[in-house]
DNA sequence: CGTATTTGACCAGCGC
DNA sequence: GCGCTGGTCAAATACG
């Protein structure tokens, strides 16, 4: 109850517009449609120049549990804010489709290939977010040219693979940018006390 | 004392 | 092949 409040606080604390106008530096920024609720966000590629990997990764950004009721009366049930495709993101793509549509079962690790990511910034003065999951640290180290270092994080129920950094923008340390890999295979470990229904559903494709 | 976090070591992938 | 970098492991430490 204590990191929900801390949650709402923050996305309070969230600028409207422009929210991504600066990350990552080097890279193209994508713009949406203003989404028509309380918080204003864009979508933006995450390949990200810092990762010499350079992998194609697909980037969206979520309701915050505060916002998933706006978002039930607004467009007919929770559901992501927004969503950008590049042409470098064809598989990821591919993979949200199966999330947001048949969702298909098991089909993270075959061929190799990787589990989805997904990546949102906000402005905070701490850097993990409550998500409804239990995170496990097991990993920090400082990236190159940034002076914060970067967070890894694990999800703590049995076959769950799901992971996530956390990290502070360089250019901005008051935002966090937190980056998810892969799909929960469970329920969130708190509950959200409302609308569970619909928050459940919804938690079952991410996090 | 059990659990979570910290942190240095190690490993793998990539570029030169 | 070598060095650099990001990601993970695991022993040590901190905390409740």
């Known amino acids: 109850m204590q990191n929900q409040g801390l949650f709402e606080e923050q ?12 990350f990552p530096p080097n890279n193209n920024i994508t713009s949406c449609p203003p989404l028509g609720c309380h918080q204003s966000l864009k979508a933006f590629d995450i390949a990200a120049p810092d990762h010499h990997h350079a992998l194609p990764t697909e980037t969206l950004l979520l309701s ?3 916002h998933k009721e706006h978002l039930a009366s607004d467009f007919g049930g929770p559901r992501l804010l927004s969503l950008q495709r590049s042409s470098a ?3 990821a793509w591919g993979e949200l489709n199966e ?36 995170w496990r640290k ?21 076959n769950c693979r799901v ?13 966090v940018i937190t980056t998810y890999e892969g799909r929960h295979v469970h329920s969130p470990s708190h509950d959200l006390d409302d609308s569970q229904t ?5 938690n079952n494709f991410f996090w």
């Open 138 to 158: 097991y990993g920090q180290k400082v990236v190159k040219n940034t002076q914060h270092p970067r967070s890894y994080y694990r999800c703590t129920q049995d």
């Open 11 to 22: 996305q309070e604390m969230a600028t409207p517009m422009g929210f991504f106008s600066t």
């Open 64 to 66: 915050s549990p505060k």
């Open 89 to 91: 993101n064809f598989w």
């Open 198 to 202: 619909s928050d459940s559903q919804l």
């Open 99 to 134: 999330c947001l549509g048949s969702k298909k079962n098991g089909v993270d690790d075959h061929l190799g290939v990787r589990e989805p990511r997904f990546c949102f910034k906000t402005m905070s003065e701490v850097d993990v977010l409550d998500d409804g999951y239990k």
């Open 163 to 175: 992971k996530k950094r956390v990290e502070r923008l360089a250019e901005d340390p008051r935002m």
